[in-house]
């Protein structure tokens, strides 16, 4: 056994670059399986919405049994279903027979494996022995930035140096990553919230009035940050006519990177929690508008890129400031929270999407009207503040 809690903490980075991967790769593929299973984009965009609904189901298992299966039984499981889905991606169309059938299943695999990342991760982290455990949550949630990037940038490299028939080839890389961390996983010590008291019932979760507030926070701060970012290309792509791989680079992966750097920062230096969450909120309005309202496409893909700088923190502080406000929440608050997250990520491109083909597919006014996420993440923070001077910190009712 490998006994220091770094060896933890360096399995939970590599499991939230997993995460990444299985966020990211298979929509990089989108065009090159259309063309060669002749497969149509809207099918294979429906198994995105199905990795979205599996990820959903397992958040809502996980909070409720990994308590009793144990974190590290979950956690290799986890990781061998994402290095299962992701090589699947290349295997499972030729073993199945039907090209569809075999990427779907592919799909519900690195989905399931997702999933119980997501849950797991943000707890063990919060479980090891620091001095700082907000620093170490932004820390955390810096790595699927880092993941992010790297995925479609060496993604993007990979197909101009060898060519998009090679796809297969690269499938099989990035399974190896969650295939090493599950041995990885195997041996390094995983502390378990709450192990000793156990944590809170779901229904003395809801009983708690400031959980439904976090619930929100959390939803808020997914739209928030996925309004942009999954729009981040497309929005490159019309607004400086560039290609999409050049879209890629400079829509997502750059959004990406600015994220990125502002969890490492936040982890480094930040201390007053409420305050860096709702400066965040406010600069995250001031992006929005920018990217709306410039008549400079350059200045709006500025916006689009420092917006990822002042979403960064969102996701991550929501996650400490529950377990600092609630502390006997556990794995079922993290997984409730996880999956209030997912749903905003959803519910933030939709948005954007809908608008934007209300307004003859503008997606500068699509982007527009996702402005009330960032608002409304700043009014629940005032309201978590207004309702912190009138309980105890125990989150008592």
């Not at 997702?114 to 700082?132: D, F, K, M, R």
Request: hydrophobic content about 55%.
């Amino acid at each position: 056994m490998l006994k220091s809690f770094r060896h933890t903490k360096l399995a939970c980075y590599i499991g939230y670059i997993t995460q990444a991967i299985v966020a990211n790769f298979f929509p990089l593929l989108l065009l090159i399986l259309h063309g060669e299973f002749q497969i149509s984009l809207s099918m294979l965009t429906l198994l995105i919405t199905v990795n979205f609904a599996m990820q959903l189901c397992v958040d809502g298992l996980a909070s409720k049994f990994a308590d009793k299966i144990g974190y590290r039984v979950c956690f290799v499981t986890a990781h061998f279903c994402a290095a299962a889905g992701l090589a699947g991606l290349a295997l499972f169309p030729m073993l199945f027979g039907n090209a569809y059938a075999g990427l779907a299943v592919a799909s519900l695999l690195y989905a399931v494996g997702g999933g119980l990342i997501e849950v797991l991760v943000s707890p063990t982290i919060e479980a090891c022995p620091s001095e700082n455990k907000t620093g170490q949550m932004s820390l955390l949630h810096s790595f699927y930035c880092w993941g992010s990037a790297a995925v479609v940038l060496l993604t993007t490299v990979f197909f101009w140096a060898f060519g998009t028939v090679n796809w297969r080839i690269l499938a099989g890389v990035w399974a190896a990553v969650p295939f090493l961390n599950a041995f990885y996983c195997f041996f390094v010590p995983i502390p378990q919230l709450n192990a000793e008291e156990g944590g809170m019932s779901f229904s003395g979760l809801f009983k708690q009035k400031r959980f439904w507030v976090f619930l929100a926070l959390m939803a808020l701060a997914g739209a928030s940050e996925l309004a942009m970012g999954q729009w981040a290309s497309a929005f490159a792509e019309s607004g400086l006519g560039v290609t999409k791989a050049v879209g890629d680079l400079i829509g997502p992966c750059l959004f990406a990177v600015f994220m990125g750097i502002a969890r490492l920062l936040f982890a480094k230096f930040g201390k007053k929690l409420r305050l860096c969450m709702m400066l965040s909120a406010g600069l995250c309005v001031i992006c929005y508008l920018v990217v709306w309202l410039s008549p400079w496409a350059v200045v709006s893909l500025i916006g689009c890129a420092v917006c990822g700088f002042s979403v960064g923190i969102l996701w991550p502080s929501v996650l400490s400031l529950a377990s600092k406000e609630i502390p006997r929440g556990g794995t079922a608050m993290f997984g409730m929270l996880a999956m209030a997250g997912d749903i905003g990520c959803t519910a933030g491109p939709t948005l954007v999407g809908l608008c934007a083909g209300a307004f003859s597919d503008d997606i500068g006014t699509g982007l527009a009207f996702a402005l009330v996420f960032p608002v409304l993440f700043f009014v629940c923070v005032l309201l978590l503040g207004r309702r912190k001077r009138k309980i105890p910190a125990s989150g008592e009712v």
